[in-house]
């Protein structure tokens, strides 16, 4: 299978086809203003993409020769929405049920990777329902009906997992349509009648869901969505003494010209940091707990981190092994798995540092700020 990420935060890699020219031919672009280069970022007030966790200020220039002017507008790529992430396993012989009962492996982890509903109040009316049992006592006349017991199922909410992922910034919100399900009635009834192939498995007319069921928003709400943050990228470097530095993107060398030179500044230098939450969602899909994690391009360790925090959150037990070609980047993925997993003291300390700071003497994590 293949998933499709979706994110609003992709950095263009367009090479600017009218400057190429004007630098190709010497002659000198005039500046005509600037403008601030990253999205929006709202939940953290800021602007940043995937490849910059902080924004830059950009040059707007002016086609000088005239050649230049005639490919004013041109580039040689589109700006990166989505990521292709390739689902596969290893051909086996058999089946899937003897591969699994022979290695472990071999499917996906569909109930702990459902998106979950906004209404779990329907949904726990819903397991009720999905449990309730008719009991009859024979006689000789015939069965009779002595009324129902209720079981609660253990029944995982929401919605099949499906193969598209997204960040849930407005950029790719903007791109679903708006949608609304209607409610049930009497004239028209959606159901199943016993048969468990509805959305929310067996949905039949008595169902809890018959008369209430229904919701609307974007049609991103089908989906899992993995935010990316600023926080997640350089999270846990500070304390391990990462100092902020600047790096050159893809931009600067493609042409687009910074003032003072400085494109991104970030203790985190890889250019395409994945969401430790997208990463933690699709170790989850495809490793049973207590599964051995390998990422042969491990970049700064996300997927590495993502095991952490399923083994703190999950208790999934996982191991993981990690490989890169650039020392600078093991050395970062190092401290950020390892803050995943000291994370809560590693948040103690900041906070007692902070603390301290105020002139207060004592931090209690889970409560206020004590000055005595």
């Not at 929006?40 to 020769?65: F, L, M, Q, W």
């Not at 067996?202 to 928003?217: I, Q, V």
């Not at 190092?334 to 603390?355: C, H, M, S, V």
Request: proline residues 4%; positive net charge.
């Amino acid at each position: 299978d293949t998933i499709m990420w979706l994110y609003g935060s992709g950095f263009p890699k367009s090479l600017d086809i009218s400057k190429a020219i004007d630098k190709k031919l010497g002659a000198r672009r005039k500046v005509v203003g600037s403008k601030m280069s990253g999205i929006a970022n709202k939940s953290e007030k800021s602007r940043h993409t995937i490849g910059a966790s902080k924004a830059v200020k950009v040059d707007i220039t002016r086609p000088s020769s005239d050649l230049a002017k005639q490919w004013q507008g041109w580039g040689t790529a589109l700006k990166p929405a989505y990521e292709p992430i390739i689902v596969a396993r290893k051909p086996f012989k058999g089946t899937v049920a003897d591969n699994v009962i022979n290695y472990g492996v071999g499917g996906l982890n569909i109930d702990e990777c459902r998106v979950v509903a906004d209404d779990q109040e329907k949904l726990t009316k819903s397991r009720e329902y999905f449990g309730k049992s008719d009991i009859h006592k024979k006689t000789n006349s015939g069965a009779k009906f002595l009324g129902s017991e209720k079981i609660i199922l253990n029944m995982t909410p929401g919605r099949f997992p499906a193969n598209v992922i997204h960040d849930g910034s407005d950029e790719v919100e903007s791109l679903f349509p708006y949608t609304k399900s209607g409610k049930m009635t009497s004239e028209h009834q959606r159901h199943t009648d016993g048969s468990p192939n509805g959305i929310y498995g067996k949905f039949d007319k008595e169902h809890p869901l018959s008369e209430t069921y229904g919701d609307s928003g974007s049609a991103s709400r089908y989906f899992y969505t993995a935010k990316a943050s600023k926080k997640d990228r350089d999270e846990g470097l500070e304390i391990a003494g990462f100092e902020e530095k600047a790096y050159e993107s893809y931009a600067q060398s493609n042409g687009v010209r910074f003032d003072g030179g400085k494109t991104t500044i970030t203790r985190n230098i890889h250019p395409t940091v994945k969401p430790a939450e997208l990463m933690q969602y699709l170790v989850r899909l495809v490793s049973p707990k207590g599964a051995t994690i390998l990422d042969p391009f491990m970049g700064s360790g996300s997927t590495g981190k993502a095991c952490m925090f399923e083994n703190r959150e999950r208790n999934a037990n996982y191991k993981f092994i990690g490989i890169d070609l650039e020392k600078e980047y093991c050395e970062i993925a190092e401290a950020r798995i390892d803050y995943a997993l000291n994370k809560y003291e590693y948040d103690y300390q900041q906070e007692l540092k902070k603390a301290e700071e105020r002139g207060q003497l004592a931090f209690d994590l889970f409560g206020d700020v004590n000055a005595n």
